[in-house]
């Protein structure tokens, strides 16, 4: 070996961190190995929020039975996700709030969402928040690491919960004041020389603080190439540091957490047929290679035609647009290219990429149909309400517009007298306020989605008559890949015959998921990697109860 460290990590996510941190904390030499120039991967541009059932923050609102109850339902049916077993969805309810003390004996500060409710109305759901966000963040307390972060998406340090409220500010008197409080804070920021920032950038900002103050070694610009194995168990890696390939040894293991495959054309052809690379939100390094370096020493993969999906709008000149926030608003419904729908438009976004995906089988494109009232009052493709949409957008066709229902039909290829007569259904059920078809607007998760000015269906539910019309083409986009290696309740890499693979543990979207093609809450990507992370360097260290009782 070149040269040698306790347990290197490959990816820069959050899980990486957390495992960095625990490792640091038992006095083992840590080394995070990132490919890419920038810190942070997809966990950095994501809102940073994080599903962790009965934390402290829930003051005795939940129980780990209660949470067990709604994962076992959720996992009913999934027989055929090696990822989803009992012992798995065990270990993340009773070692998740752990993880969470663990880090906010760190320095870390976290706060709970106080509403985000759960995905689904299934035995054991909350219906106001399991999700945890992490506190606003000076990212110049990171010094040089401050440039070498892979920046937010969020344009203003606003926590989530405020940040949901910025749509409304011409309507909601709640809204203003909020973003008061935030035009505030930002004049306070630039008068103290601060640089706040806030969602996955405040997460990470947060964690690589702590991980660079506990000594953990970050090295940028650092592909991992090889996964090296001696005696039968997995010695190290070769990385390329500096344009030349280093052996690194690890005693301790290797903890994979490179993402998945969402930007690797060949392995969606393989896995995802059907799918694109440009209809992806992740990060530029989840490319895969380190699972199939995984693979090639004998790891098993599960769940890789899953997604975490989103529907998500091609803006030209623009990146993808998740367009999650728009299908779910009033005046809007999705159809295919029959003209027909076929789902309903309020549900979380891994469900609506579930459902344009496997509506793409069997109809080549599907629309947002929205009227007037739609644009007048929601943002829509990364524009404010009420605003004028680029003439771009019109001239190369990605926003269809007609005086008529039939005349937009005819502008997207679809049978007129099909659309009009699903418009004129859909304004039948909003109209009395309840959807017949497919049942929008009946849960608590419904209605959170929707319009918060308005209440009871209307939130979700609203006629789409007032023209000019308007469409946009959708597709089945991900905002990461929700199959990779198989790991048991260890985090530990699983061979085709349950065997361990000694030395390899694997987290994150690098993995097959404990939720297997589903999504609990918000945060239930980012939620289980940090918590997995955790569990493999507790077991790495040999500290499974040390970490608990520094406490």
């Not at 996992?75 to 065990?90: F, H, K, M, N, S």
């Not at 969602?199 to 506990?214: D, S």
């Not at 999906?309 to 419904?333: C, D, F, N, W, Y």
């Amino acid at each position: 070996m070149d040269e040698t460290f306790d347990f290197v990590i490959v990816g820069s996510g959050a899980g990486s961190m957390t495992a960095a941190l625990v490792m640091r904390s038992q006095g083992k030499r840590v080394l995070v190995l990132e490919k890419t120039e920038l810190a942070g991967g997809t966990t950095c541009t994501s809102g940073g929020v994080m599903w962790i059932p009965n934390t402290s923050f829930m003051k005795g609102e939940d129980s780990s039975e209660k949470a067990l109850t709604y994962l076992d339902a959720l996992a009913d049916g999934q027989d055929d996700a090696p990822g989803v077993t009992r012992e798995r969805r065990l270990a993340f309810v009773e070692e998740g709030p752990k993880m969470v003390d663990f880090l906010t004996r760190q320095g870390l500060k976290f706060h709970r969402i106080p509403v985000y409710p759960d995905y689904y109305d299934s035995p054991g759901s909350v219906q106001t928040s399991r999700t945890l966000g992490a506190d606003i963040f000076d990212q110049k307390q990171l010094g040089d690491w401050a440039s070498k972060m892979r920046p937010g998406f969020l344009p203003v340090p606003a926590t989530i919960e405020e940040a949901f409220n910025l749509p409304w500010m011409k309507k909601s008197k709640k809204a203003k004041k909020v973003m008061g409080k935030i035009a505030l804070r930002m004049l306070v920021s630039k008068l103290t020389g601060k640089k706040l920032v806030s969602g996955g950038a405040a997460l990470q900002g947060q964690l690589i603080h702590a991980a660079l103050k506990a000594g953990v070694e970050i090295r940028l610009n650092a592909p991992v190439k090889q996964i090296l194995v001696e005696g039968g168990r997995v010695a190290g890696v070769v990385a390329e540091v500096d344009g030349k390939a280093r052996r690194i040894g690890a005693t301790a293991g290797v903890l994979v957490n490179a993402g998945g495959f969402s930007r690797n054309q060949a392995m969606r052809d393989q896995y995802l047929p059907g799918t694109s690379t440009e209809w992806t939100a992740t990060a530029p390094g989840d490319t895969g290679e380190v699972l199939q370096e995984a693979i090639r020493i004998g790891a098993a993969v599960g769940q890789m035609g899953e997604t975490v999906g989103q529907p998500m709008a091609l803006p030209p000149g623009r990146p993808p647009a998740i367009a999650h926030g728009e299908v779910t608003k009033p005046h809007s419904i999705i159809v295919d290219q029959s003209g027909v729908r076929f789902m309903s438009e309020a549900q979380s976004y891994v469900e609506l990429g579930r459902g344009l995906t496997q509506r793409r089988k069997q109809s080549p494109s599907a629309w947002l149909v929205m009227d007037s009232q739609f644009l007048a009052n929601y943002m829509f493709a990364g524009t404010m309400a009420g605003s004028a949409k680029p003439q771009a957008w019109f001239d190369q066709g990605f926003l269809k517009q007609a005086d008529s229902i039939e005349g937009l039909a005819q502008a997207c290829g679809v049978d007129p007298a099909t659309l009009k007569a699903t418009v004129e259904r859909f304004n039948g059920f909003a109209r009395q306020g309840k959807d017949e078809d497919f049942k929008r607007g009946e849960r608590v998760y419904d209605l959170w989605l929707g319009d918060p000015t308005v209440t009871g269906a209307a939130q979700t539910l609203g006629t789409i008559e007032q023209g000019p019309f308007y469409a946009i083409q959708l597709y089945p986009g991900d905002v990461s890949t929700f199959g990779g290696l198989v790991t048991d309740a260890q985090a530990r890499v699983l061979k085709a015959d349950g065997s361990v693979i000694p030395g390899l543990y694997a987290t994150g979207t690098s993995t097959a998921s404990v939720m297997g093609g589903r999504s609990p809450g918000a945060g239930a990507s980012i939620g289980p990697a940090m918590t997995f992370a955790y569990i493999a360097a507790k077991h790495a260290a040999h500290a499974e109860n040390l970490v608990e009782a520094a406490a």
